[in-house]
């Protein structure tokens, strides 16, 4: 063995090649990493931008499909789209793939769900699913705002084109009458934003990045259409408001429970309650040390886990709280006879007749009026939301 290329000092031990003196063998191991990596970067990429595409086809499934409700008022219609819109916008962007990238042992006879590659927020989690949702989050962030103003622009072509063309007034109002302000669609786009950023931001704190540039972005774009490419608006009432501040709790909520997996991994550095060290490895080389998937009392063990889960009780007792003097206060109010489904611009029935703006009638309701009784009779089915 001694002075020959394979030698000790040759850079050799057994007769193989010469890596460090064979160029096309360096290029030929790392040509097949490098289609992967761009197959992968490629793959990525078109994944972000169909995802994106995908939501824009939901929001008008969701249009199309709330229409044939029939619902009494605008606002409930609006309601109706905005409410569908935030559960497909959450499961398409969260929950699906979540589910997808997940290895679960106890539950790999669900068609299709938990067959991934990740058992836990480890590593791989982080470059694999963390950095394919942050890109369709970013993507989002831009074509979300960026879709909002597309009506105004197919108006404004529109209008340009078939304008003189237009041979009655009719013709002429409808090509210059703008688009109508889709609050449903912005306020259930803006709700799955704040839900999705607030469930994973404990592990991509970059989401934080993109819910302000969404923000920013809705804000210019509403300021255009509201002001100079859209229709007035007509009065809402607070349904939609409401939908998007009841969403927060449950985003918070779910924001813990997350933190609690994430930060509570046990590869993690973290003081332990029992004075147990932390981190994986194998048992005399064989047993590989780790969690189970369902050990929730291994992560509150340690003191990255616990905190999350303190947060997490303190906003469930909060919630429970609010949410308990709001139900109390509501009922309060139906006893006293104030009436909370206003129609659009109208004030409560008790403040109208207060006010003298309406005969004394104790409802808005069509059926409460002596002069329809014969029309519309309160058991009648046709009469059912009147």
Known sequence: GGGGPDGPDGGGGGGGPDFFGDANLEADICHEYDVDQNRSFASTIILAIVSSLMN????????ELSWFERAHSYSDMEMAISSKLVVTLVTNMVILPLLLSAKVGVLKWVPFLFEGDHRDFNRTWYEDFCNRFSQVAMVNSIMFPATSILPAVVWRVKRAVLGRYSKTQQQLNDVY??????LSERSAVYTAAIVYSLMFSSGIPLVYVYL???SLGFMVADRLMLLRYSQIPPRYTGKICALVLHA???AVLLHFLIAVYVFGERDLSSYTMDGTESGKWRHHGRKYIEDEQADVGARLN????FVPFMGFIIVSVMTI????????LHRRKKRRGHDDETMEGCPPAAEAIAAGSVCGLQSYSITAHPDYLQVFPKDAPFSRGL
């Open 248 to 250: 927060v709790p449950v």
């Open 56 to 63: 824009n086809v939901i929001k008008t499934f969701a249009r």
């Open 177 to 182: 009458k703008p688009p109508a302000y889709q």
């Open 302 to 305: 340690r003191y990255n886990g």
């Open 321 to 328: 709280v609010l949410y308990s003097v709001l139900f109390i």
């Open 212 to 214: 302000i540039f969404m």
